[in-house]
T-cell receptor, first 109, second 115 residues
Framework: GENVEQHPSTLSVQEGDSAVIKCTYS??????FPWYKQELGKGPQLIID?????GEKKDQRIAVTLNKTAKHFSLHITETQPEDSAVYFC????????FGTGTSLTVIP | GAVVSQHPSWVICKSGTSVKIECRSL??????MFWYRQFPKQSLMLMAT?????????EQGVEKDKFLINHASLTLSTLTVTSAHPEDSSFYIC???????????FGEGSWLTVV
């Protein structure tokens, strides 16, 4: 089956700096890669996704890049704000969804 | 966008009683829903996959007689924690797969405290 690894597990950045979270996957058949943000005490919310026929996607301060050859994809958050503090999960999917172990992001004001 | 509603948001029950948690997809049909359990500062742990009109598929180590799952319609799945004990206290999250968009949307989660 698929194996999704996510790094780092914790990340602290100063407000205004950028944050990057990376995931690798093992199944070359995976073709959809969503990212979820989970705030304390709430369910994960889909924030951005990318499909295997695209290399990069951007939505305001959030961007995701995909390298199919290397089987890795990354979440980039620019101009971070305190409200970006949360746990972020990546996922890779073909027929099944496989989640990364999460990254706890703290944005220091 | 798609919305998955989960109810109740939090519940406190006495040890030995049963608690039902509902998961509804509000603007799409979900033939497949998923139930997760999450401990503090940990990732989501998949408990079972709920398939409309058929029996749920449970992950290894999850007691199907304790965590009853019913997926009676294309928009509703329920998780019943039977004979709850304090160790069942946790954050339970459901998700639903939107086939047309091939993505998963999560509910807001339900905090269960068994006293």
């Amino acid at each position: 089956g698929e194996n999704v690894e996510q790094h780092p597990s914790t990340l602290s950045v100063q407000e205004g700096d950028s944050a990057v979270i990376k995931c690798t996957y093992s199944d070359s058949a995976s073709n959809y890669f969503p990212w979820y943000k989970q705030e304390l005490g709430k369910g994960p919310q889909l924030i951005i996704d990318i499909r295997s026929n695209v290399g990069e996607k951007k939505d305001q301060r959030i961007a995701v890049t995909l390298n199919k050859t290397a089987k890795h994809f990354s979440l980039h958050i620019t101009e971070t704000q305190p409200e970006d503090s949360a746990v972020y999960f990546c996922a890779a999917t073909g027929n099944q969804f496989y989640f990364g172990t999460g990254t706890s992001l703290t944005v220091i004001p | 966008g798609a919305v998955v509603s989960q109810h109740p948001s939090w519940v406190i029950c006495k040890s030995g009683t049963s608690v039902k948690i509902e998961c509804r997809s509000l603007d799409f049909q979900a033939t497949t829903m998923f139930w997760y359990r999450q401990f503090p500062k940990q990732s989501l742990m998949l408990m079972a996959t709920s398939n409309e009109g058929s029996k749920a598929t449970y992950e290894q180590g999850v007691e199907k007689d304790k965590f009853l799952i019913n997926h009676a319609s294309l928009t509703l799945s329920t998780l019943t924690v039977t004979s709850a004990h304090p160790e069942d206290s946790s954050f339970y999250i459901c998700s639903a797969r939107a086939l047309a968009r091939n993505t998963i949307y999560f509910g807001e989660g339900s905090w269960l405290t068994v006293v």
